[in-house]
């Protein structure tokens, strides 16, 4: 397949080559195409997005795919995709393409296809943690609106995580011109608030983070509900969790000043889950002292046998093989585990 590669990203080299045709990428504006890639350095999987500039493209759609670039390149944060690399065509003709080269992962809607949610509390409730921890850090520290929240702007890495990208339409919030305010077109209108089909951005200004909020509590609806089909849909709380109803009807007030900030909504009651709390001690595990380490491992122990074996594979065990907590330490994590996790450790140790 490497004449596919070649066709598919001329001009400058990208880090990977591209393993097959691609697939068009359901719930977006712009056509992107989904492809499997492997990197250049290493052999590692990887996911490549391809848009095509054609005769019937618009200067908002080049626009918009260049934005998509630009900004998951210069937005670095753990809940967000991570990117590898990409190309920006010089010049916008007829076949030139915008690439993209980020970790390897799934569209959500692909994987909720497969899992439901309803079927997947923990990873459900640990998804839409990320999903918040993103947009907290999105709308409040870098003082931006994703404007494009939702099943679409998804993805779930090989272990697991949500990552949020679909970064078309980010704009500063300041921006009287911004991609979000005049490409109409673009919009995914399902997911946005009154105020933004009002044409009314003064409550950009009061309450930044606003229209995004809206558009997580859409997220949480379409999680356990599937496609928003009326906006009448949202008052249907049945199929979700009773824990989320309440932080799931704050972020539809009306009054967009009225909507939950980033630290309210991690919060909630519904997040105090296991998983939750795991991958947050994880991320200060390099931090611990001995002593502290234990105690979480210990505490770790007791949990593990309700976890989902892939993330005990692909990310506990890496994360927790990455730090050096002694003979002791290893000796309580290992006695607790299944006979096939320990033998991946194992494995994986060698």
């Known amino acids: 397949m490497q004449w596919l590669s070649s066709a598919l990203s001329k001009g400058p080299a990208i880090k990977a080559d591209i393993l097959d045709a691609g697939t068009e990428l359901k719930g977006s504006k712009l056509q992107w195409k989904l492809h499997e890639g492997k990197l250049k350095e290493g052999g590692g999987p990887c996911t490549i997005f391809t848009w095509e500039f054609t005769a019937n ?7 918009a795919a260049r934005n998509a670039l630009q900004r998951l390149k210069k937005t670095r944060h753990p809940t967000v995709l991570k990117y590898i690399d990409g190309l920006d065509p010089e010049t916008a003709k007829p076949g030139s393409k915008v690439i993209i080269v980020t970790e390897h992962v799934k569209p959500l809607e692909e994987c909720l296809s497969k899992e439901p949610a309803a079927s ?4 459900t409730a640990w998804g839409l943690n990320v999903v918040a921890q993103s947009l907290k850090f999105i709308t409040e520290e870098c003082g931006l609106i ?26 500063e919030n300041t921006d009287s011109n911004s991609l979000l305010r005049r490409c109409e077109q673009l919009r995914v209108k399902r997911v946005l608030p009154p105020e933004v089909s009002k044409g009314i951005w003064t409550a950009v200004v009061d309450a930044p983070h606003a229209i995004d909020m809206w558009s997580y509590g859409c997220l949480m609806h379409e999680v356990y509900n599937g496609m ?5 849909d949202l008052k249907d709380t049945s199929n979700l969790p009773k824990e989320i109803v309440a932080l799931y009807q704050s972020t539809l007030k009306a009054d967009p000043t009225k909507r939950p900030r980033g630290a309210t909504v991690l919060a909630s009651p519904f997040f105090g889950t296991q998983l939750v709390w795991i991958n947050q001690e994880l991320s200060n595990l390099q931090l611990m002292d001995a002593g502290e380490k234990e105690k979480f491992f210990l505490k770790l122990a007791e949990c593990l046998d309700s976890l989902p074996d892939i993330y005990l594979r692909k990310k506990l065990l890496v994360s927790c093989l990455s730090v050096n907590f002694g003979k ?23």
Do not use: T
């Not at 679409?152 to 949500?162: A, E």
């Open 146 to 171: 994703h404007g494009n929240v939702s099943r679409s702007s998804i993805y779930v890495s090989d272990c697991g995580d949500w990552k949020l990208a679909g970064f078309e339409l980010m704009s």
């Open 328 to 350: 002791l330490l290893f000796s309580s994590l290992s006695s607790s585990l299944s006979s096939c996790v320990f033998l991946s450790m194992c494995g994986y140790r060698q």
């Open 120 to 123: 997947n509390k923990e990873g």
């Open 57 to 63: 493209s618009s200067d908002n759609e080049l626009a």
């Open 228 to 232: 928003l089909g009326r906006p009448e």
